[in-house]
């Protein structure tokens, strides 16, 4: 069983940064698939960021590709998400996920096994 734990949330005016952090349990973090997926209010969630167990492969959504940095180090259990150039529309509680079977980057917001309790961002304009 893998616990998640995301901090670093906050509220930020547009164009700021924040560093979202994801800190697990367990043991076999190292080898599990980590996503970054957010909701706001009245959407469904969206998938955002993922990186493989190794930190070697990760994806993007479009929406965030070059503003948005996921990375890891498995030595901490520790999965972040740094964002950049915040948009109002970045606005949404953000959920760390980790799927224990993939060995890839990408997995579908519906696939994860496990889901920390969600930090918020709010991106004001």
């Known amino acids: 069983q893998v616990q998640l734990v995301e901090s670093g949330g906050g509220r930020v005016q547009a164009g700021g940064s924040l560093r979202l952090s994801c800190a697990a349990s367990?043991?076999?973090?190292?080898?599990?698939?980590v996503g970054w997926v957010r909701q706001a209010p009245g959407k469904e969630r969206e998938f955002v960021a993922g990186i493989n167990w190794s930190g070697v492969s990760t994806y993007y959504a479009d929406s965030v590709k070059g503003r948005f940095t996921i990375s890891r180090d498995n030595a901490k259990n520790t999965v972040y998400l740094q964002m950049n150039g915040l948009k109002p529309e970045d606005t949404a509680v953000y959920y760390c996920?980790?799927?224990?079977?993939?060995?890839?980057?990408?997995?579908?917001?519906?696939?994860?096994?496990?889901w920390g309790q969600g930090t918020q961002v709010t991106v004001s304009s």
């Open positions: 996920a980790a799927h224990r079977a993939s060995y890839s980057a990408y997995v579908p917001r519906t696939a994860y096994h496990y």
């Open positions: 367990g043991r076999t973090f190292s080898t599990y698939t």
